[in-house]
C-alpha cells in the first residue's frame, strides 16, 4: 500500500493473471462434478422423480404465498427463469428456461452429494481466499481506495452508482429485470439484485467464479452475468461508528458499581422448583410461556440461594439446553424466537455463576457439574458462539446473507454480553479468542432440520462453530478436540482483507462496551492490534518500503479512525496500557505518514473570522475601570479544556487545534495513556522516558526528511500552502508534534489526583523553554530574545520558515491560553476559586515575566512574517495569501489573549485572589509595562505597513481580498485588546509593584504613537497607492483605523504630541476635491471615536475642546451629507407608484416593503443610531468611514458631544449649543415629533436633521455665531449640488423590470423629500438672519429667487456661489457636461425646489418684512401662477393665514401638506416653535400687509400676464375672505392700529382695480364681481361703535356732510356694481379723479422697464 504507483500495477497485474489461472482450474472442476450428477441422476428410480415433482409443486406453491404477502406478484413468482443460489460465497447463479425444467427433473439428489459437492470446493480454496467477495465493481486502481474504505457493501456500490452514472442507468435496468432468490432469504431481506462487472476484480474471491456455470451457445461466449445481493443495512446498534462514538460519549460506570445497580429481589409466587419444571414442561411447545417464566426465575438467583435450588436451576438449564441442542446461529437462523429464550438461559446460566452459585455443584450431580463447573471453559464456548453470530451480521454474504437481527435478538446479545463482563475480563478475552481460537467458517448441517425430508431451504448454514461439537460439549461435557488448529486470522496471515479488519473493529467496539473486569496483562490486545493495524491492508503495514509520496486521503482517513478508536479503548478503560513500543512506533509510523501531506494550513473561515472579531471590536472596553459585564457577552473560550487538542479544525477553535486530523488523533490517544500513566509514579516514570525517546525520534525524522528528493513526481505533484524556505513542511509538522506531544501530557493533569508524580510537565518555565526551543531553530531563537529584552537597533535576520513559524505561534499560543483558563460564567469569587485549583492542578510556577515571554514568542513569528511579506514578490498571489492567513490566526490569538488577561484583572481586582493567582495577575500586570506595551504596538503597526505594501500592482481576480481585509481588521482589534489591557492594568492594585520593577520612561508610549500617527499619514491619507485599485480605497476607508487613532490618544503621551492628532487632517493646496471629502470623512470618524472615549478619558475631553470649531462643523456636514440619508428608503409610496407604475405587482412589492419598514419602527431603539443598523441589516466588522459609518453613530456622537460641550464653563457659546444639541437629541429619542413620520425612512431622517439644525440656526442666531451658521449654508448648498449629480446620474438608469423601476420611484421620492429639507432650512435662514444685508443672505435671496423665475438653473447658481469668497465648499461632480435630456431632468429638480420654496412662503414672507421689500413674494406669485392648482391653492393659504392671522393660529389653519414630511413641519415643528418664541412685534407685519394689498395686489390684478392677474386676485380674495370668516375668533387674528385689514385708501385701491379689470375685460367678470362683492362685505371697525360693520354699510351709513372721500368713492363702487349703466360710471369716474389724481399713474415696479423705481 505504501509502495511505489508502479509496483501496485505490476502487483494488481500479477493478481489478476492469479485469478484468471484459478478460474480455469476452477471451471474444470465444474465440468467434472456436473458429468458426474449427470450419471448419478440416470440411475434414480422413476418413483424418486414423482416425489420430487410434488414436493417442487408445494414448495413453489408456499413461496407464491410468501411472495404475495410480501407484494411480490404471483405471476412473477411463476417465472419461467428460476434462481438458485449454490455457492458459498452468495452469490446468485441465473438458470435459463431450459436448465429450470430440467433441474426440476432432478432435484432428487440426496443431501449427502450436495453437501460432498461444497466440501469439495471447500477443499480447492486457497488460504487467501477464506474472506470472501469484497467491494464490488472495482477496478484495479480502484482496489488501493477500497483497502480504506469502511462500511459495507451497500455503501461501495452506492458510492460507484454516483461516481458512474451509466453504471447506475445500468444497475437500475438489471434489478428491475433482477429476480428473487428462494433459497433460505425472505423477500423482506433483499431489497434488490445486482450485476457484477464483467471484468473480475482483483480481489474478488474465487469462490465465485468456481461457481459460475458453464452455459452452452451464444450464452457462453457472451459471458453469464452473476448476480449478487444488495447486503441490507447493517443494524445500528452493530455498527462502528455508532459503537465508538456511543463508547467516547458515555462514561463507562466501573464493574463493581455496575453489579450493585441491580434491582432488589422482590419474593415471587413461584418456587424455583416450580419455575423449572413449568419451564422443562413447556419448551420447547409454548416459547411465549418459557420467555416469561425465565424472567420470573431470574430474581431468585442471588448469593442466599440454596444449594438445591441452584442444582435445579442448573439442571433445568442443561435439559433446555440438550432438548433443542445446536448453536445460537443454528437456533437463531430457525427461530429467532427460540434463539431470543436460550440466550435468556445463557444468561440466567452466568448470572448464576455471578454469584459463585456453580461452586456448589459436584460431582454427584453428573453432566452439570462437568459443564456448568469450569466458568473459563463456558465463557469461551458461550463466546465463541456470539462471535460466530455477531460475524454473520457483520460479513454478511461471507456467513451466507443470513437473515438480519431483530432488536429483540440484539438486546438478548447486550445482556448476555453483560452479564459475561461481569465474570471475566471481556475485551481480552474476546481478542485472545479472534486471534487464536476462532475458526474459519464453513458450511454446516443444521440439527434443528432433522425431521425436514430433504428440506434444503434450512438445510444449511455457514458458521465457524460446528454444531456436532456444540452437541459434543452439552452432550458429554467435554470439548472435541479438532485436527485443525489455526484460526480464521492465522489462516489470512498477513493479508487480512479490510472487510474482515472493519468487522474486528466491530467486534472489539461492542464487547467494550459494557462494564467488565479489568486485565492488567493487554498483551492478547496488543496482539491483536498489531494484526490489524500492520496486515497488509492495515492503516500502518509493518514492512512497507519508505515512500515519500503523498499517501492516499482514504487511507489517511482509515488511519485516523483507527487510532481514535484506540484512543477510545483506552479512555474507557477496556484497554489499559502505558506507552510502551508498540503504541510509540504506532504514533510515530502515523506521524510520519501524515507528514508526506506537506500542507501545513493556518486558514479560516473568512465569516467566522469577521464575526469574531467584530464581537471582539465592541467587546473590548478602553476604559480604567472595566467592568465583569462588559466580558460576558464577549469573552468567551473558544474551547472546552479536555477538547483542546482533540478539537476539529472546523470548530471555532480558532486554528489552534493540531492541524491535521491524524495529528489530532495521535494527541488524543497519547493523551489518554498519560491519564492512566499518572496514576502510579513508575507508571509515569516510564511513561516520561517513552514520550522523550519518541521526541527525540520524531528530531531525528527532521534530518532524515531535511534531505532533498530528486523525484519529479514527489517535487511537483504536490505544492505546499505555504512559502517555505527550509525542507517542505516536514519539519515544522515533525516540530508541532514533538509540542503537541508534551501538551498532551500537560492535558491529562486535568485528570490527575497527585501532583507530585508529573512535576516536569506542567504550566512551568521549564515546560515553556522547552516547547520553544522544540518548535524553533536557533535565528528563531536569536530573534526572541532580542524582543524579550528589548534590545535596541534591527532584530537579528530569521531562516525560519513560514511554516515553522506559524508552529511556533500557534503552540506558544496555545499554552499562553493555558495559563489563564477560567470559567466566565460563574462568579468572581467562584471564578478565582476554580482558577487557583486549576493552577495548583497544572503545577504553575510563580515568575513574574511569564507572559512576557510567552506573548514575545508569538510577536517574534508574526514579525518574521512580515519580512517574509515584504521581501515576496508583490504578483505572488499564492505566497501573499500564506503570509496573510499566518498573520491573520497568530492577531486572533493575541486578541484572546489580551482579552482573557484583561478579563483575569478585573475579576481579580473585586476579592481578594489566591497565591497562584496573584502571580498570574502580577505577570498580566507586567505584560502590560510601557517598554513591552510600546514594542507590540510598534510591532502591530509594522504588521499593517506590510499589509498595505503587500496589495498588487494591479487588480487580480485571484487575489484573496476578503482574506486581506480580515487580517487587517484582525490586527486592528489586537491593538485595541493591548490598549486596554494597558489602561486596566495601569489602574490594578498590581500596578505599584510592577512600577518598582521597570523604569518607565518618561515617552514610553510616544515612539508608538507618532509611528501609527506616521503610518495613518504615509500610506493611509497620503497614499501614492493607485485609486483606480478598489481594495486599497476599501482598506483607506476603515473606521477601525479612526478608532484605533482616538485609542492611541487615550495613551499617556506627552501633551505636545497629543495636541498634533488632527495635524494629519489638513489638506494641502494640490489635493483633489475627492480627497477633500475623505479628508472630512476621516476627520469626522476621528471626532465620533474622539467623544465616544471622552467620558471615561479626561485627555480626550482636553483634545476635543482644543479642537472644537473643526469638530462641530464635521458634525454638521456629516448630518447634512446626502450620501448618509440616500441610505435609507423612502416611505413615499404615492410618489414611487407614480415613477415606478400603478399596476396590481408594483403596489404589492412597495406595500410589502412599506410593511417591513414599519416593523423595524416597532422594535425597541436605544437611540436614533440604531434605526440606520435596522435598516441596512448587515452585521459587519466596523462600518467604512463615510456616510456608513455617519449613518450609523453620528446621533450617538451628537449625544456624547452635547455632555461635552455641557461641561465647559469656560466658553458659554458652547455650552450653549451643547444644550441645544442634548435638547434636540432627548426629543428624537422621545419620539413625539417623529411620530408624524412613524416609518424608519429617508424622510424621518431628514425630519431628524431638519429638527436640529432648526435649533442650531435659531440659537447661533441669538449668540451672533455665524462661523457655524456658515458651515451651515455651505453644507446645504454642497448637497444641494451633490443631490442634483447623484439624481441626473440616476436617470440614465435604463431598464424596465420591477427593481429597476422601484429604484427609479424612490430615487425621485427621495429627491423631492430632500429638496423639502434644504428648501425648508434655506428659508428658515432667512428668516431668521439677522445680517440681512450680508453676502450669503444676498446670494440665498438670488437663488430663491432665480429658482422661482425659471431663468436659470440650480447647477449653475450653486457653482457661481463656489467662487465667492464668503462660501467654502467643495463641488461634487458626476457630471460634466450635460445633454439635452439632463436640462429637462435638472428643470424637472427646480421644479421640486421651488415647490418646497412656496410651501414655506410664510418663511420668506418675513423675510420680506424684515428687508420691507416685495422682491421674493413677487417671484413667489410669479411662480405659483405656472403651477398646478392645488399647489397654488395652497400657496395662497400659506401667505393669506402669513399676513392675518397670528403664529400659533396659523398651525391650526394652514393647509394640508403632500406628504408626512411636510406635514410635520407645518403642524409640530412651526406649532412648537411658535409656542416657544416671544411675542413679534406687529408693526412691521401690518405695514408690510397694507403694502402687499395695495399697491402691490391692486397693481398685479390690472397689470402683467392673465396667470398673474389671476393668482393676485385669488390671492386678495383669500386674505378678504379669511379675514371676514366668522370661523376665527379675535384673538387669532393680526388688526391694524383701527382694528382693521387695512386702511380705507387701501380698499379704495382695490375697488378701482377691480373696476378697471371689469372694464378692459382681462379676466373672468365673475371672479372680479366676487372679489368685489367680497371686498365690501369685508367687516370694518369704526369709531362710533364697538361693533363690527360690514365696508359697504359703514360707507352707506356715515352722512354725505362728514364723509370721507374714500367712503364715497365706496358707496358709489358699489352703485355701479349693482347698476353698471354710463352715467354711475361717469359719477365713479368723476370721484375717482377727486380721489386720485392724475399724477398717480398704475404701473408695474417691477416690470424690466421700471427696474430702478422698485427700490
Not at 490517544?669 to 492512566?676: G, H, N, P, S, Y
Not at 457659546?1213 to 432627548?1226: E, F, M, W
Not at 369685508?1578 to 359703514?1594: D, K
Request: glycine fraction near 2%; charge should be neutral; proline fraction near 4%.
Amino acid at each position: 500500500m505504501d509502495g511505489d504507483v508502479d509496483s501496485d500495477d505490476a502487483s494488481v497485474e500479477r493478481t489478476i493473471s492469479q485469478t484468471a489461472s484459478k478460474r480455469r482450474i476452477a471451471d474444470k472442476q465444474w465440468d467434472h462434478h456436473q458429468h458426474a450428477s449427470k450419471k448419478r441422476r440416470k440411475t434414480s428410480s422413476k418413483k424418486d422423480k414423482q416425489q420430487v415433482t410434488r414436493r417442487q409443486s408445494r414448495k413453489r406453491r408456499e413461496n407464491g404465498e410468501r411472495r404475495n404477502k410480501t407484494g411480490i406478484s404471483t405471476e412473477r413468482s411463476k417465472s419461467r427463469n428460476k434462481t438458485l443460489r449454490s455457492d458459498v460465497g452468495g452469490t446468485t447463479l441465473k438458470r435459463t428456461t431450459k436448465q429450470t425444467q430440467r433441474k426440476e427433473t432432478r432435484e432428487h439428489d440426496n443431501s449427502a452429494d450436495f453437501e460432498s459437492r461444497h466440501v469439495d470446493f471447500a477443499g480447492d480454496i486457497d488460504e487467501n481466499d477464506i474472506h470472501p467477495l469484497p467491494s464490488r465493481n472495482q477496478h484495479s486502481r480502484q482496489t488501493q481506495l477500497s483497502h480504506f474504505s469502511s462500511g459495507n457493501i451497500q455503501q461501495s456500490s452506492l458510492a460507484n452508482e454516483r461516481a458512474n452514472p451509466r453504471n447506475k442507468a445500468q444497475v437500475s435496468n438489471r434489478r428491475s429485470n433482477a429476480h428473487s432468490d428462494t433459497r433460505r432469504l425472505t423477500q423482506r431481506q433483499i431489497d434488490a439484485t445486482r450485476n457484477d462487472s464483467t471484468e473480475p476484480n482483483s480481489q474478488r474471491d474465487l469462490r465465485a467464479d468456481m461457481r459460475r456455470p458453464r452455459q452452452p451457445g451464444k450464452e457462453q461466449q457472451e459471458g453469464s452475468a452473476i448476480h449478487s445481493l444488495i447486503e441490507p443495512p447493517l443494524p445500528a446498534s452493530l455498527s462502528a461508528a455508532v459503537i465508538f462514538q456511543s463508547l467516547a460519549n458515555v462514561v463507562k460506570i466501573p464493574v463493581h458499581e455496575y453489579i450493585q445497580q441491580t434491582p432488589p429481589f422482590s419474593p415471587a409466587i413461584k418456587g424455583v422448583h416450580d419455575l423449572c419444571g413449568e419451564i422443562t414442561k413447556n419448551y420447547p411447545n409454548d416459547l411465549k410461556a418459557c420467555h416469561v417464566l425465565v424472567s420470573d426465575l431470574l430474581p431468585h438467583v442471588r448469593k442466599d440461594l440454596s444449594h438445591d435450588d441452584a442444582c435445579v436451576i442448573f439442571k433445568a438449564m442443561l435439559a433446555i439446553f440438550q432438548k433443542r441442542c445446536s448453536t445460537l446461529l443454528d437456533l437463531l437462523y430457525f427461530n429467532t424466537e427460540e434463539g431470543c429464550f436460550h440466550m435468556k438461559c445463557w444468561t440466567l446460566v452466568f448470572k448464576m455463576i455471578q454469584h459463585k452459585l456453580h461452586n456448589r455443584l459436584e460431582e454427584k450431580n453428573g453432566l452439570a457439574f462437568s459443564i456448568f463447573k469450569n466458568s473459563a471453559v463456558l465463557v469461551s464456548h458461550t463466546l465463541h458462539q456470539m462471535i460466530d453470530c455477531l460475524y454473520s451480521q457483520l460479513l454478511w454474504q461471507e456467513w451466507g446473507a443470513i437473515e438480519r437481527f431483530n432488536e429483540q435478538v440484539l438486546k438478548c446479545f447486550a445482556e448476555l454480553r453483560d452479564i459475561i463482563g461481569v465474570v471475566s475480563p471481556l475485551p481480552n478475552l474476546v481478542a485472545e479468542l479472534l486471534r487464536v481460537k476462532f475458526r474459519p467458517q464453513t458450511w454446516h448441517r443444521s440439527k434443528m432440520t432433522d425431521d425436514k425430508e430433504n428440506d434444503r431451504s434450512k438445510m444449511y448454514f455457514v458458521s465457524s462453530v460446528d454444531p456436532d461439537d456444540h452437541v459434543h460439549f452439552l452432550m458429554t461435557g467435554q470439548r472435541k478436540s479438532t485436527a485443525e488448529d489455526v484460526s480464521r486470522l492465522g489462516k489470512f496471515e498477513n493479508n487480512v482483507p479490510r472487510r474482515e479488519i472493519d468487522a474486528l473493529w466491530c467486534l472489539l467496539g461492542w464487547f467494550s462496551s459494557t462494564p467488565t473486569l479489568s486485565d492488567a496483562d493487554c498483551a492478547k490486545m496488543k496482539s491483536l492490534l498489531a494484526i490489524m493495524i500492520e496486515s497488509n491492508c492495515g492503516i500502518l503495514t509493518k514492512d512497507a518500503a519508505p515512500n515519500r509520496h503523498p499517501p492516499n486521503q482514504l487511507h489517511i482517513e482509515a488511519c485516523c479512525q483507527e487510532i481514535e478508536r484506540i484512543a477510545i479503548l483506552i479512555s474507557s478503560k477496556s484497554f489499559t496500557t502505558d506507552l510502551d513500543i508498540f503504541l510509540a512506533k504506532l504514533i510515530e509510523k502515523a506521524l510520519h505518514l501524515d507528514s508526506r501531506n506537506r500542507i501545513i494550513d493556518a486558514s479560516s473561515s473568512n465569516a467566522f473570522t469577521d464575526s469574531a472579531m467584530s464581537k471582539y471590536w465592541d467587546g473590548i472596553p478602553l476604559s480604567p475601570h472595566p467592568q465583569i459585564e462588559d466580558y460576558r457577552t464577549h469573552c468567551r473560550f473558544p474551547f472546552e479544556l479536555s477538547t483542546v487538542i482533540t478539537a476539529d479544525k472546523t470548530d471555532e477553535t480558532w486554528c489552534l487545534a493540531p492541524s491535521t486530523r491524524l495529528l489530532k488523533s495521535c494527541c488524543h490517544m497519547l493523551k489518554q495513556c498519560a491519564t492512566l500513566a499518572m496514576q502510579k509514579k513508575p507508571k509515569w516514570v516510564r511513561f516520561i522516558r517513552a514520550v522523550d525517546a519518541l521526541i527525540a525520534n520524531l528530531q531525528k525524522e527532521e534530518v532524515t526528511d531535511s534531505k532533498p528528493v530528486e523525484d519529479f513526481a514527489a517535487a511537483f505533484s504536490i505544492t505546499s500552502k505555504l512559502n517555505q524556505k527550509e525542507d517542505d513542511s516536514i519539519i515544522p509538522y515533525f516540530r508541532e508534534s514533538s509540542c503537541l506531544i508534551i501538551l498532551s501530557c500537560l492535558l491529562a493533569r486535568e485528570y490527575s489526583t497527585s501532583s507530585a508524580l508529573h512535576v516536569n510537565i506542567g504550566l512551568n518555565k521549564s515546560t515553556r523553554e522547552k516547547l520553544l526551543h522544540l518548535s524553533s531553530n536557533a535565528a528563531a531563537l536569536d530573534r526572541h530574545k532580542h524582543y524579550l529584552q528589548l534590545t535596541p537597533g534591527k532584530a537579528p535576520s530569521c531562516s525560519q520558515s513560514l511554516s515553522s513559524m506559524l508552529v511556533t505561534a500557534k503552540v506558544m499560543a496555545l499554552m499562553t491560553i493555558l495559563h489563564m483558563y477560567v470559567d466566565e460564567e460563574k462568579e468572581p469569587a467562584a471564578m478565582l476559586e476554580d482558577f487557583e485549583k486549576y493552577l495548583t492542578t497544572f503545577g504553575a510556577d510563580n515568575d513574574a515575566d511569564m507572559l512576557m515571554y510567552l506573548v514575545t514568542s508569538i510577536i517574534t513569528p508574526l514579525l518574521g512574517c512580515c519580512d517574509v511579506l515584504d521581501d515576496s514578490n508583490k504578483d505572488m498571489i499564492d505566497s501573499t495569501r500564506s503570509c496573510l492567513e499566518a498573520i491573520q490566526s497568530m492577531s486572533t490569538w493575541l486578541t484572546f489573549i489580551y482579552h482573557r488577561a484583561q478579563l483575569l484583572l478585573v475579576v481579580s481586582g473585586t476579592t481578594t485572589a489566591p497565591a497562584n493567582v496573584t502571580s498570574i495577575t502580577r505577570a498580566i500586570v507586567m505584560l502590560g509595562n510601557p517598554k513591552f506595551s510600546s514594542l507590540v504596538l510598534k510591532s502591530f503597526t509594522r504588521v499593517l505597513k506590510s499589509i498595505i505594501t503587500s496589495l498588487p500592482r494591479t487588480h487580480s481576480e485571484e487575489f484573496p481580498t476578503a482574506l486581506l481585509k480580515s487580517t487587517f481588521r484582525s490586527v486592528l482589534v489586537t491593538m485595541k485588546a493591548g490598549i486596554g489591557l494597558i489602561h486596566t492594568g495601569n489602574n490594578s492594585k498590581n500596578a505599584g509593584e510592577r512600577d518598582e520593577l521597570m523604569t518607565i520612561p518618561a515617552d514610553g508610549y510616544d515612539d508608538a504613537f507618532k509611528e501609527f500617527r506616521d503610518f495613518l499619514s504615509s500610506n493611509i491619507i497620503s497614499s501614492t497607492q493607485s485609486r483606480d485599485f478598489n481594495l486599497h480605497r476599501e482598506l483607506r476607508q476603515e473606521s477601525a483605523l479612526m478608532g484605533m487613532y482616538a485609542a492611541f490618544c487615550t495613551l499617556p503621551l506627552e501633551k505636545s504630541a497629543r495636541s498634533t492628532a488632527f495635524d494629519i487632517f489638513k489638506p494641502n493646496q494640490y489635493i483633489s476635491i475627492e480627497d477633500k471629502e475623505y479628508l472630512r470623512q476621516l476627520r469626522t470618524c476621528f471626532s465620533c471615536e474622539l467623544t465616544r472615549l471622552s467620558p471615561e478619558f479626561q485627555c480626550c475631553q482636553h483634545l476635543a475642546h482644543l479642537h472644537m470649531e473643526t469638530v462641530l462643523n464635521d458634525t454638521v456636514s456629516s448630518l447634512l451629507d446626502v450620501e448618509t440619508l440616500l441610505l435609507f428608503p423612502s416611505c413615499n409610496a404615492k410618489q414611487v407608484l407614480a415613477v415606478a407604475g400603478n399596476d396590481r405587482g408594483t403596489r404589492d412589492e412597495v406595500e410589502k416593503r412599506m410593511n417591513s419598514y414599519r416593523s423595524i419602527k416597532s422594535a425597541p431603539c436605544l437611540n436614533p443610531d440604531e434605526e440606520a443598523t435596522f435598516i441596512r441589516k448587515e452585521k459587519t466588522f466596523q462600518s467604512t468611514v463615510g456616510c456608513y459609518y455617519e449613518s450609523q453613530f453620528i446621533w450617538l456622537h451628537c449625544n456624547q458631544l452635547a455632555l461635552l460641550l455641557c461641561k465647559n464653563q469656560e466658553k458659554s457659546n458652547n455650552a450653549n449649543i451643547g444644550q441645544v444639541l442634548r435638547d434636540t437629541c432627548a426629543d428624537l429619542q422621545d419620539g413625539e415629533l417623529l411620530d408624524m413620520v412613524p416609518v424608519v425612512s429617508f424622510e424621518r431622517e431628514c425630519l431628524k436633521r431638519l429638527i436640529l439644525m432648526r435649533a442650531f440656526v435659531t440659537e447661533l442666531n441669538r449668540m451672533q455665531d455665524f462661523n457655524l451658521l456658515k458651515t451651515i449654508t455651505n453644507s446645504l448648498l454642497e448637497n444641494m449640488y451633490f443631490m442634483v449629480e447623484i439624481t441626473l446620474v440616476q436617470k440614465k438608469v435604463e431598464g424596465v423590470d420591477l427593481e429597476s423601476r422601484l429604484k427609479k420611484g424612490h430615487a425621485m421620492s427621495r429627491q423631492k423629500a430632500y429638496f423639502t429639507l434644504l428648501g425648508s432650512l434655506l428659508t428658515f435662514i432667512l428668516r431668521e438672519d439677522t445680517q440681512v444685508n450680508s453676502e450669503q443672505s444676498k446670494f440665498l435671496r438670488r437663488l430663491i429667487i432665480g429658482s422661482l423665475s425659471g431663468n436659470e438653473n440650480i447647477r449653475n447658481i450653486i457653482e457661481e456661489a463656489h467662487e465667492m469668497p464668503c462660501f467654502d465648499f467643495i463641488l461634487r461632480k458626476k457630471n460634466n457636461i450635460l445633454t439635452p435630456t439632463e436640462e429637462v431632468h435638472l428643470l424637472s429638480m427646480t421644479s421640486d425646489l421651488t415647490a418646497t420654496f412656496l410651501s414655506r412662503a410664510d418663511d420668506l414672507c418675513i423675510h420680506d418684512i424684515h428687508r420691507d421689500s416685495k422682491a421674493l413674494i413677487y417671484a413667489m406669485i410669479t411662480n405659483a401662477s405656472t403651477r398646478e392648482r392645488a399647489l397654488k391653492k395652497i400657496f395662497i393659504k400659506i401667505v393669506s393665514n402669513s399676513l392675518l392671522l397670528t403664529p400659533i393660529s396659523i398651525m391650526g389653519h394652514s393647509p394640508r401638506a403632500f406628504n408626512d414630511l411636510q406635514t410635520a413641519i407645518n403642524h409640530h415643528i412651526n406649532y412648537k416653535e411658535a409656542c416657544q418664541r416671544s411675542a413679534p412685534s406687529i408693526e412691521p407685519l401690518i405695514s408690510y400687509r397694507e403694502t402687499i394689498i395695495a399697491p402691490f395686489l391692486t397693481e398685479k390684478i390690472c397689470l402683467g400676464s392673465v396667470n398673474i392677474r389671476r393668482i393676485s386676485l385669488q390671492l386678495l380674495v383669500e386674505m378678504l375672505s379669511i379675514f371676514s370668516s366668522k370661523d376665527l375668533r379675535s384673538d387669532e387674528k393680526v388688526f391694524n392700529a383701527g382694528g382693521n385689514l387695512a386702511s380705507l385708501m387701501s380698499y379704495s385701491k382695490v375697488a378701482r382695480s377691480l373696476k378697471t379689470c371689469l372694464l378692459s375685460e382681462p379676466l373672468d367678470a365673475d371672479e372680479i364681481k366676487n372679489c368685489a362683492k367680497t371686498l365690501l362685505s369685508t367687516p370694518v371697525s369704526t369709531e362710533n361703535t364697538t361693533e363690527m360693520t360690514t365696508l359697504q354699510q359703514h360707507a352707506e351709513s356715515c352722512s354725505s356732510a362728514n364723509q370721507k372721500l374714500e367712503l364715497t368713492y365706496i358707496t358709489l363702487f358699489s352703485k355701479w356694481l349693482k347698476d353698471p349703466n354710463a352715467l354711475n360710471l361717469q359719477i365713479l369716474v368723476e370721484k375717482e379723479l377727486e380721489l386720485f389724481p392724475p399724477a398717480e399713474k398704475m404701473k408695474n415696479p417691477y416690470d424690466v422697464n421700471n427696474r430702478n423705481n422698485s427700490k
